[in-house]
């Protein structure tokens, strides 16, 4: 049997051989945990403004509803969006179970309440600070909301950072709905499942060690680019 | 001639600076604030003229700054009404004023787009926005730091963007909630330069401070707040020689004044 150390060399190999199998599924991830991670920024972005800047009836329930999805198992989301997409489902005419699409729903579903959780408590906080000038200003409902996110955005790189980590790490939801169907709907972490109950453990490494990659470099991108704002003063 | 203020004697907590001359710009009638059962502000009757230059005083918890921001309708009374020329203070009077605060909020952004939001929020477009940003640097001394981000700006320079961009929207009235807590001489100094710049293009202005010096070099009129009451206003000049009440008295004579010893 093969020592650890011949399979992670092995694993080094494939990642830099960057073959084409490896290239696919990697892509197809980045595809969609950044298509999910948009979508949920630019639905939760102004959810959690909307939470954190605006006093209205419901809103702590609708704050402690966000709260609680944070913590959404994926394979409940999972199977939500298959009973939903499967041909018995009430969306199962538009034809989209086992497609990225599916899992670009999933993810969304996952990552939406973790994205419009932290930036409501990020806008809160930043609310509170601008509060009365901007009361004094007579600055509107929209306004304000769009100068929060702004006036957020180096802190909201890090929220949209925690939301991209639990897309792309995640696998319960996007096994169930894609299927971890070659060449269709095959994703870094279904692959790593895959693969390391196929016993080929060299291409799980091999994703694994990817992952890892992607993780790294997202957030030393994020670190500088919080780091600099900080430094003058933006964040 | 007519003195264009009265004293009018009464409750008193509760003297007013009565107009003879001009109508009012702003009165409060009866105002009151109530916070968890506790009265804050009550009573409070006061007549603030058209280019006038009032500073309010009083110490600590008396009630001065509360009584800004329900002046400047930030917050709602408990009781009485705040009134704007005569009528009930609405959104769209309020528009006609500003505030700068003791701690200048200034947005994440750099000098010239604090000035250029403020400008936007309250309608301004093109090239008329562009024009008072650019008068508003150059009257605040901050052209060569437009591009700078504004909070890295000095205390000083940052209270003078708060207060440009407050009067580049062109306000009728200035609140000042001691805008120059904590500054040195120099950046004081400046500051009333500013202030006193901005009273000679016809703005009001209403200024809490507890810099005795300040309040003499700039107060035309005065009040003064003692436990949440108004223990004395009138023109500045009179109170100074003589005051009438015994909080004012002891607080130009630099005694301690203690209604409550707890």
Redesign the interface.
Known sequence: MDSLFDILMRAFGLVAAWDGTLSEIVGLSLQVTLTAVAIACVIGLPLGAALGAFRFPGRRGAILITNVLMGLPPVVVGLVVYLMLSASGPMGVLGLLYTPTAMIIAQTLLVTPIIAALSRQVVEDLNA??A??F??????RL?RMG?LLW?ARFSLLTVILAGFGRAVAEVGAVMIVGGNINHVTRVMTTAIALETSKGDLELALALGLVLLGIALVVNVIVMTVRGTAVR???? | MHDPTRIVPGDPGANVIEARITPPLMAARGLGCVVGGQPLLSGIDLTLQARRRTVVLGPNGAGKSLLLRLLHGLIAPSEGQVLWQGQPMTQAHQQSQAMVFQRPVLLRRSVQANLRFALKVRGFTGRERARRVDEALEMAGLTHLAHRPARVLSGGEQQRLAIARALACGPQMLFLDEPTANLDPAATARIERLIMGAHDQGVTLVMVTHDQGQARRLAQDLIFLQDGRVAEAGRADALWQAPRSEALRAWLEGRLFVTDPR
């Open positions: 600070e601008y009365e000038q009361a004094s200003l007579g600055v509107g306004q100068a006036d003058a003063a933006y964040a």
